[in-house]
């Protein structure tokens, strides 16, 4: 079996999974039910001396391998890496995961369905208290979401829509976008219809 290592440059005090070293504190091992079904199985997670610690199990694996599981992003901004299980890819694009957050206090990875439910889902680039979200439904007709952190609690920010126009005939006419913004309780919606995508 393959095995997936990574760690955190992050400097983060009393736990070996959130600060910088030279030798991983944990590896991942995908572990299939059988090699006719080497999509659904587990994850072992395993400590620096290959001994495991934990198993999360009844998961799915679009890659069937531990090509499928990936801890190198922070997705809650606490300084330590978290697992992502890629549960399913779609022609187009479409991608959803399970995702387990590293909790410091009792040293295991635990399951986060706010997360998990947010297809596509990214680290913001420009704020890293926030994670992102993005789908497809056609080449040209794409949804995304903003979620930010606010008391150990994910909360929508922003979503909108970006989706060609026609008129009667056919016709291209424009791009639709479509901004929806939450804050203190308002929403707030702005529509454009321009000729970029």
Not at 173 to 195: A, F, I, S
Request: contains cysteine.
């Amino acid at each position: 079996m393959a095995l997936l290592c990574c760690w955190s440059t992050a400097a983060c005090a009393a736990d070996a999974w959130c600060t910088a070293l030279s030798k991983p504190a944990y590896s991942f091992e995908w572990v299939a039910n059988s090699e006719v079904e080497d999509n659904t199985g587990s994850v072992r997670v395993k400590d620096a001396s290959g001994k495991t610690v934990q198993v999360l199990a009844n998961l799915e694996n679009y890659y069937g391998s531990s090509d499928g599981l990936d801890a190198r992003r922070d997705f809650n901004n606490d300084g330590c890496p978290d697992l992502v299980v890629t549960h399913s890819k779609a022609g187009i694009g479409n991608e959803s995961a399970r995702v387990f957050l590293y909790s410091r206090s009792r040293q295991r990875f635990e399951a986060n369905e706010a997360l998990s439910n947010i297809g596509g889902l990214d680290l913001d680039p420009r704020d890293r208290n926030c994670v992102t979200g993005s789908w497809k439904g056609g080449a040209q007709d794409i949804n995304w979401e903003q979620h930010c952190w606010n008391k150990g609690k994910l909360v929508l920010m922003r979503e909108g829509s970006v989706s060609p126009m026609y008129d009667e005939e056919g016709t291209f006419q424009c791009y639709e976008h479509v901004e929806t913004t939450y804050r203190n309780g308002k929403k707030h919606t702005r529509t454009d219809c321009t000729q970029e995508f």
